[in-house]
């Protein structure tokens, strides 16, 4: 079974400065794929960043990067230069290669402050 | 390109009513397709899934059913509905080859 932790229920930052949310999982499968996912106050989930577990570098969306650490079954999310817009509950989710569901973390909840 | 779309987006409900929730995407064929239940601040509970028409797989027990009578069309449904079944409910589908979900934008249920 596959299980993910984000040990972080609440974080802050400041506008234009960067923050790094945690995500520890573990996982049986040797083919799978990691996710992040925002949730803004309107409550639409979007998809943020996606690595693959075969990949050893690091996935990168436009301000949004991975720290992918595969032995130590970790995958952090950093955002820089953070904009109010960022504002939003993230949940890592981690799925197999030929699974059917995703497991979601508990979230995150991000807020920037201006 | 593809789309999701889910109504109603509100929901008032007394105790006890049925309940019918639809999800449908536009743009692709045979998708899995997903129902979460979210409550107020709270994670994402995965209901149902489906990999094809008629195929259903249930994941938590309750008084909640879930249909899919055509490829692009997702049901949840429920003959009497509970204070409990109150949340944010989330319909969701896979496209490509790396698993990743897209979500609808939800509909909020308040059962009273």
């Known amino acids: 079974a596959q299980t993910v932790t984000q040990s972080q229920p609440e974080m802050s930052v400041q506008e234009a400065e960067t923050v790094t949310l945690s995500c520890t999982y573990d996982?049986?499968?040797?083919?799978?794929?990691l996710f992040w996912y925002k949730q803004p106050p309107s409550r639409q989930m979007i998809l943020v960043i996606r690595?693959?577990?075969?990949?050893?570098q690091n996935a990168t969306e436009n301000r949004f990067s991975v720290n992918f650490q595969k032995a130590a079954k970790s995958f952090s999310l950093k955002i820089s230069d953070s904009q109010l817009g960022d504002t939003a509950m993230y949940f890592c989710?981690?799925?197999?290669?030929?699974?059917?569901?995703?497991?979601f973390g508990a979230g995150t909840i991000l807020r920037v402050k201006s | 390109s593809q789309t999701i779309h889910q109504w109603p987006a509100t929901l008032v409900q007394p105790v006890g009513s049925p309940l019918s929730l639809e999800c449908t995407v536009e743009g692709t064929s045979n998708p899995n397709l997903y129902w979460y239940r979210q409550a107020a601040g709270r994670g994402l509970q995965l209901l149902f899934y489906?990999?094809?028409?008629?195929?259903i797989s249930s994941e938590v027990p309750q008084n909640l059913s879930a249909s899919r009578p055509q490829d692009r069309q997702f049901i949840l449904s429920s003959k009497k509905l509970l204070l409990s079944d109150s949340g944010f409910y989330l319909c969701?589908?896979?496209?490509?080859?790396?698993?990743?979900?897209?979500f609808g934008p939800g509909t909020r249920l308040t059962v009273l």
């Open positions: 969701a589908w896979t496209f490509g080859r790396h698993n990743e979900q897209f």
């Open positions: 989710a981690t799925i197999a290669h030929s699974g059917n569901k995703l497991v």
């Open positions: 690595q693959e577990a075969y990949k050893q």
């Open positions: 996982t049986s499968e040797n083919n799978y794929y």
């Open positions: 489906s990999v094809g028409i008629g195929q």
